[in-house]
């Protein structure tokens, strides 16, 4: 897998966008870059994924840089539900997109 | 279509003995891996199996072990349990074993061992 580095905590005001940044500068050209979420006591949850285009579900943004060494997440009207922590994973092409190493995550906290 | 199940949801076994978790994937999928949260920690990945077979397994010793079934369901096996071995254990499923799909998880086994 690449590595990904994400900041350690953030906070949002409720209603404002949540963006979330990510950097993955050794990502080879296969290598998509996912999104993953755990709220407390539960399992991870997917939120997005995407390679090379910016991606946009009922969930969440994903935008990608151009040299795909960064991406941001983007939560765009954030709620108290959204409060988990946030994984940034660029799994290997050879290992999989069920292979997934975690890290630290963003633990991501929005404010009433 | 149903979601991956677990079972049990919660378990404490005694130092020494062995355990058996239990996963049903998602309707249609074939491939299923095996994570251990620790408290305080991201998932760790322990092993994969695509259609019966292991597929990859992360850096955890041979007590760890697991099976896949023709239905695509799963177990994980672990022998002679030791008190760090107490985590949430997490099953999840994914349509294929490739790059670009999802994989969906379940809630998870939480194991205390005392």
């Known amino acids: 897998d690449a590595k990904t580095t994400q900041p350690t905590s953030m906070d949002c005001a409720e209603g404002r966008a949540a963006n979330l940044p990510c950097n993955h500068s050794t990502i080879s050209g296969n290598e998509y870059v996912y999104w993953y979420r755990q709220i407390h006591s539960q399992g991870p949850q997917y939120i997005i994924h995407g390679l090379k285009n910016n991606e946009t579900n009922e969930m969440a943004s994903l935008i990608i840089t151009e040299d795909r060494k960064s991406s941001t997440l983007i939560l765009p009207h954030a709620t108290l539900r959204d409060t988990a922590v946030y994984y940034c994973i660029a799994p290997s092409d050879q290992t999989g997109a069920n292979n997934l190493f975690f890290g630290t995550g963003t633990r991501l906290t929005v404010i009433p | 279509e149903t979601g991956v199940t677990q079972s049990p949801t919660h378990l404490i076994k005694t130092r020494g003995q062995q355990v058996t978790l239990r996963c049903s994937s998602q309707s249609g999928h074939n491939t299923v891996s095996w994570y251990q949260q620790a408290l305080g920690q991201g998932p760790q990945f322990i092993f994969q199996?695509?259609?019966?077979?292991?597929?990859g397994r992360g850096n955890f010793p041979p007590r760890f072990s697991g099976l896949q079934f023709p239905n695509y369901s799963s177990e994980l096996n672990v022998n002679a349990l030791e008190l760090d071995d107490s985590a949430l254990y997490l099953c999840?499923?994914?349509?294929?074993?490739?790059?670009?799909?999802?994989?969906?998880f379940g809630q998870g086994t939480r194991l205390t061992v005392v």
């Open positions: 199996y695509y259609r019966e077979e292991e597929n």
């Open positions: 999840a499923s994914s349509l294929e074993k490739g790059i670009d799909t999802e994989a969906f």
